[in-house]
């Protein structure tokens, strides 16, 4: 079967660093995207990954391990807006999304 | 990046009423729409696939006379929750493609439906 696999929540303080995984087993693979989710609103595009390496984008970067099946999403200088869930994603042979079920980012003061 | 825009954001409705849902892409023609549903700290859930001109494909366990897809155009879907139940409350998601730009999938703003 197809499986992400995220952490549920984490915490972390405003002005700090939080590298949050994500490992996956799909059948094929076609990219890993990040979104970032607020209570009640949809998902918003954060980064994608096709290549094995880093992708940086201002306070976020991503990274993509294909042969490990393993993703992290790196936010730096954290800010209290930055509380959300961070969905990975992964696009397979089928061209589908699989999806985590996100992780909850809690940021104290 | 592309505007993918959901309406309405927020309905009430009674059992066993029918709800529309629309879902358009408004700067970029969408040959495939997604819906998805998605529970209180869930993550989303894939209904069923909508591509212009033809027929939805629907995921395993998805009612499709109880889910109507209509993908018309290339920017607009919509999903009809026919008699209505509560446990059809939820917040339901479209995204569309720009076949142009396969890296990414544009999400509507969401539809939160509360069936009373």
């Known amino acids: 079967g197809q499986n992400i696999d995220q952490p549920t929540e984490m915490t972390a303080t405003e002005g700090a660093i939080v590298q949050i995984n994500c490992t996956y087993q799909t059948s094929g693979f076609n990219g890993l995207f990040w979104y970032q989710q607020h209570a009640g609103e949809a998902p918003t595009f954060l980064s994608y990954n096709v290549l094995d390496g880093l992708e940086e984008k201002g306070r976020f970067s991503s990274f993509l391990s294909r042969s490990k099946g393993y993703s992290y999403l790196l936010l730096k200088e954290l800010q209290m807006k930055d509380s959300a869930s961070y969905l990975c994603a992964v696009r397979d042979s089928n061209y589908q999304l699989i999806w985590g079920a996100g992780t909850k980012l809690i940021i104290k003061p | 990046g592309a505007v993918v825009s959901q309406h309405p954001s927020r309905v009430i409705c009674k059992s066993g009423t029918s709800v529309k849902i629309e879902c358009r892409s408004l700067?970029?023609?969408?040959?495939?729409m997604f819906w998805y549903r998605q529970f209180p700290k869930k993550s989303l859930m894939l209904m069923a696939t909508?591509?212009?001109?033809?027929?939805?494909?629907?995921e395993q366990g998805v009612e499709k006379d109880k889910f109507l897809i209509n993908h018309a155009s290339l920017t607009l879907s919509t999903l009809t929750v026919t008699s209505a139940h509560p446990e059809d409350s939820s917040f339901y998601i479209c995204?569309?493609?720009?076949?142009?730009?396969?890296?990414?999938?544009?999400f509507g703003q969401g539809t939160r439906l509360t069936v009373v």
């Open positions: 909508s591509n212009e001109g033809s027929k939805a494909t629907y």
């Open positions: 700067d970029f023609q969408a040959t495939t």
């Open positions: 995204s569309a493609r720009d076949g142009d730009k396969v890296t990414e999938a544009f």
